[in-house]
C-alpha cells in the first residue's frame, strides 16, 4: 500500500531524483532560516531607525536604509525559502 502522506507525484522517483528533491528542501529550509535572521535584525533595527529619521540631517539616514535593506531580504528569502520547500505545483 502506497505512503497517502507523499503527494501522488512524488511516490514513484528514483534514488537519484529522491536526492535532489531532498536538497531543494535543505535549500529551502536554509533560505527561510536566513529569512528569519533578517526579520529579527530587521525588528531591533527599529529602535534606531526612529531615532535615525528623527535626528538624522537631510537625507543621510543609514539605519532606515540598512532597516528597509533587511526587511526586503526577509520577504525575498522567505518567499524564495517556501517556494524551493513546496515545490511547483504539476498540474497533469
Known amino acids: 500500500m502506497p505512503n497517502m502522506n507523499i503527494p501522488a507525484n512524488e ?3 528514483t534514488p537519484a531524483q529522491v536526492e535532489a528533491l531532498d ?3 535543505r535549500r529551502g529550509l536554509t533560505c527561510q532560516v ?12 527599529l529602535v534606531w531607525t ?3 529619521l528623527t535626528y538624522g540631517p537631510g537625507w ?8 528597509v535593506l ?8 522567505g ?3 517556501t517556494y524551493l520547500r513546496r515545490g511547483r505545483v504539476h498540474e497533469y
Open 23 to 25: 536538497k531543494r528542501r
Open 70 to 77: 533587511a526587511g526586503l531580504l526577509a520577504v525575498i528569502f
Open 34 to 45: 536566513l529569512a528569519g535572521q533578517f526579520a529579527f535584525f530587521a525588528v531591533l533595527l
Open 11 to 13: 511516490r514513484n522517483l
Open 79 to 81: 518567499i524564495y525559502g
Open 50 to 52: 526612529g531615532q535615525d
Open 60 to 67: 543621510v539616514h543609514p539605519m532606515f536604509y540598512y532597516n
